[in-house]
C-alpha cells in the first residue's frame, strides 16, 4: 500500500511559477510509473507528465514548461510548473504505479488568474 501527499497548489496570476511536490509513504525508488495528472471542470482525467523507467514524458500542451523530477531520498515526485495559463487551471493528482498497482493523490488544486 502506498499513501500519496500533494502540496503546492494555490491560486497565481498567469506568467506565474508554481511547484508542485508528491511524497509517498515509502520509497519510491523502483517505481514503475511517477506522474501528474490534471482534472479541469467538467474535463476528463488527462496525463502532464510522467517518468516511465527513467524517461520523461509530457503533453503537448506543458512541454517547455512544466519539469517533472524526484528526489528519491525524500520520496518525493515534483512538478515545477513555469509561464502558467488560465487553461492549466485544474485540480492535480500524483500517480505512481507499483507492484502491478496504481495509487492516487487526493488532488491539490491550481487556479492561474487572467
Known amino acids: 500500500q502506498v499513501q500519496l501527499v500533494e502540496s503546492g497548489g494555490e491560486v497565481v496570476q498567469a506568467g506565474g511559477s508554481l511547484r508542485l511536490s508528491c511524497t509517498g509513504s515509502?520509497?519510491?525508488?523502483?517505481?514503475?510509473?511517477l506522474a501528474w495528472y490534471r482534472q479541469a471542470p467538467g474535463k476528463q482525467r488527462e496525463a502532464v507528465a510522467s517518468?516511465?523507467?527513467?524517461?520523461?514524458n509530457y503533453t503537448d500542451a506543458v512541454k517547455g514548461r512544466f519539469t517533472i523530477s524526484r528526489d528519491n531520498a525524500k520520496n518525493t515526485v515534483s512538478l515545477q510548473m513555469n509561464s502558467l495559463k488560465p487553461e492549466d487551471t485544474a485540480v492535480y493528482y500524483c500517480y505512481v504505479y507499483f507492484g502491478g498497482k496504481g495509487y492516487w493523490g487526493q488532488g491539490t488544486q491550481v487556479t492561474v488568474s487572467s
Open positions: 515509502r520509497i519510491i525508488l523502483g517505481f514503475d510509473v
Open positions: 517518468i516511465i523507467t527513467g524517461s520523461t
